[in-house]
């Protein structure tokens, strides 16, 4: 059943797509960003998924994670065990603080394997010679579902491409979706030999969605 406890406002901040809010309800926090319900700390399974899924088949053990969100996927890859370094790049500094505070992931973002960057994925990449084994994004809703124009970018042609130059040899590209998407699954095999679609179930709505590439 849908909890309809009241939620209670824990802190407001103006980010990059609008007011952010972080709320609790019940036992459990849960992000909006401008207006809209970005997630919360009631599940994560998919989102341990996509990064459990991508350092089982990663060639090394650099992993980069593109959203920290409320830290499923920076927990799921500090806990496996071919993962020796993580790279997290997230552009709300207001996420990181509300991470490090309320929901109460001081701890993995403390880790000597981990490395937190305060900034917009698309223009880092552009910046950095650095290659990963994985990159692992859950940015947005996912390529059908964006907050704003600068994050659809990063599903487009030129972004899979800037994704595909900052993997090593064999590195695999692993990405979050709320909905499947056959238009973003015909991108990706434009740019990647190798496509795989993990659909997992969710309570209610259309599964969540995990797109393995190498």
Do not use: K
Not at 42 to 58: K, T
Not at 89 to 95: F, K, L, N, W
Request: contains cysteine; negative net charge.
């Amino acid at each position: 059943m849908p909890d309809t406890t009241a939620p209670e406002v824990i802190a407001r901040s103006t980010g990059h797509c609008g007011e952010l809010v972080l709320r609790r309800r019940g036992p459990h926090h849960e992000i909006i960003a401008n207006g809209m319900f970005l997630m919360d700390t009631s599940a994560g399974e998919s989102e341990r998924l996509l990064v459990r899924a991508a350092a089982d088949r990663m060639p090394g053990g650099s992993l980069l994670i593109g959203g920290l969100g409320v830290a499923f996927s920076l927990r799921e890859a500090l806990a496996h065990p071919r993962v020796t370094a993580v790279t997290v790049v997230e552009r709300e500094p207001d996420v990181i603080t509300w991470n490090q505070g309320p929901l109460g992931n001081a701890a993995p973002l403390q880790d000597p394997r981990t490395h937190c960057i305060c900034a917009d994925l698309i223009p880092w990449l552009t910046t950095t010679p650095t290659r990963f084994d994985a990159l692992c994004l859950d940015i947005d809703n996912g390529p059908d579902w964006t907050l704003d124009d600068g994050n659809a970018t990063l599903y487009s042609p030129e972004g899979l491409a800037l994704l595909r130059d900052h993997l090593t040899p064999g590195g695999v590209l692993a990405i979050w979706s709320a909905s499947t998407s056959p238009t973003f699954t015909t991108r990706l095999t434009t740019t990647f030999t190798d496509v795989e679609t993990h659909p997992i179930p969710v309570p209610r709505g259309e599964p969540d969605v995990v797109y393995l590439a190498r």
